[in-house]
């Protein structure tokens, strides 16, 4: 992981790093002290450049991987569907969940998304899941107060009260 500035910085440092092996007969180990890195990670480079005849293989290359399903414009629709609600996008609640905003892409935009992985497209839009309290919706917090007050107390066991008489021993 490149901890050390921005990818094109990077690559001038390893091409620099090389040219000072190849062009300028430096050591590995003082290249290494310049430009801050490993001794084996200048040793790799080198090799990598094939000895400064190939710079363009120190270049960042993209990580691999699948390309969004969604692009910019459809995301940033699919951001403000979301923020509508579902209601808005016909739902009966107001509750988005996993299956549901699966069903908005599928039907907005024709690309099929398995509920476990939107959390993941949700974060990258910069949004966040949401779970909901789980309570039933007959829930009377006056009644269950009063209970609590009340009731409760008269049926609670309490410790009992001992003397240093009852003590075995």
Known sequence: MNTQGSETSAEAVRIRAVRLVCDQGWSTEDVAQAVGRSQRS??????????????????????????????????????????????AAGFLSQLWTGPRVAELIKREFGVSYHANYLPALL????????????????????????????????????????????LPG
Do not use: F, Y
Request: aromatic share 4%; charged share 30%.
């Open 42 to 87: 200048v040793q790799l480079w080198v090799q990598k450049s094939r000895h400064g005849k190939k710079p363009e293989q120190l270049r960042t290359k993209k990580a691999p991987g699948m390309k969004p399903k969604l692009n910019k414009t459809q995301r940033a629709k699919l951001i403000n569907l979301l923020r509508k609600g579902p209601v």
């Open 123 to 166: 974060r990258s839009l910069g949004m966040t899941v949401q779970r909901p309290k789980s309570r039933p919706s007959e829930r009377n917090e006056k009644v269950i107060a009063h209970w609590v007050n009340h009731r409760w107390p008269a049926i609670k066991k309490s410790p009992k009260t001992r003397s240093l008489a009852d």
